[in-house]
């Protein structure tokens, strides 16, 4: 009878030890599971690049001093997220990591970010970006008649149907080196909202660039992706888009 009892507690003893072996190899699964979930994870999201800094606003100001008996002084501005062309601090600072702040060229074209004021208020938050396409004498003179541009690398969401900015102009704007469309969608006394079809690019990766020909010049602000649909152009922005192409040519033959 005691063989048997001991017996019998040896048993409850082997039992009693499976639940603690069958919860550590569940354990062990579940950690081996969430860790490669995690791994997976990583590698996706560092095959995956977003566009940034869409509306400008991620920017650092650097003061320096041209004159110190002035004392003189200029801003340059960082454009996190961007390249540029052409490339150019009118003489101050870094022109391969920095641009002008407010800066206004007289013929070449330049790429300037400009801060908010009372005079010329940003179209969207503190900072637009401003292409200048330089004038007729720039070109004749620098040789340069490719306009300024501005662009970056990245991916375009899944689920976005349209890409929107706001400027003065119809700029130029390509994705992978094909040319896109805008078309105006509304106007105020400072800028017109232009919309772009990007659903046949949805989730790719690419260029986006956006220039300002020669001889023209836009602010560039707000860009954005979303998942609505651009609508057909109506009579009203197909009337906006020739009174601004009459506009840009009247400008063009004034400077000429």
């Known amino acids: ?12 003893t082997d039992l009693a030890k499976i639940p603690v072996m069958r919860t550590t190899f569940q354990h062990t699964v579940l950690t081996a599971s969430c860790s490669c979930m995690l791994l997976l994870g ?12 869409l509306g400008f606003e991620n920017t650092t100001l650097t003061v320096i001093v041209v004159n110190d008996f002035g004392p003189v002084y200029t801003t340059n ?52 970006v401003f292409l200048q396409g330089g004038s ?3 070109g004749l ?14 991916q375009i969401p899944v689920t976005a149907r349209s890409l929107t900015y706001l400027g003065n102009a119809a700029l130029h704007v390509s994705f992978k ?5 805008p078309v105006p969608l509304n106007s105020t006394p400072t800028y017109t909202r232009w919309g772009i079809d990007i659903s046949p690019h949805a989730g790719q990766s690419g260029e986006l660039r956006f220039v300002v020909p020669w001889l023209a010049t836009s602010m560039l602000d707000g ?6 649909t651009i609508p057909e152009p109506s009579i009203m922005s197909l009337s906006i888009l020739g009174l601004v192409l009459v506009a840009a040519s009247t400008r063009t033959t004034n400077r000429r």
């Open 136 to 138: 007729t004498a720039g």
């Open 1 to 12: 009878m005691k063989k048997d009892r001991r017996k019998l507690s040896a048993s409850m």
């Open 177 to 181: 080196g094909q040319s896109l469309s």
């Open 141 to 154: 003179v620098t040789g340069n008649t490719n306009g300024a541009s501005v662009f970056q690398t990245g």
């Open 223 to 228: 860009i954005q992706f979303s998942s609505i």
């Open 77 to 128: 501005a960082t454009l996190p997220g961007w390249a540029w062309s052409p490339r150019g601090t009118f003489g101050f600072g870094d022109p391969n990591t920095t641009v002008s702040l407010n800066g206004l060229a007289l013929d070449a074209p330049a790429v300037t970010l400009h801060g908010s004021t009372p005079s010329r208020p940003a179209f969207q938050g503190s900072y637009m």
């Open 42 to 53: 990583s590698l996706g999201a560092q095959g995956q690049s977003t566009f940034q800094n």
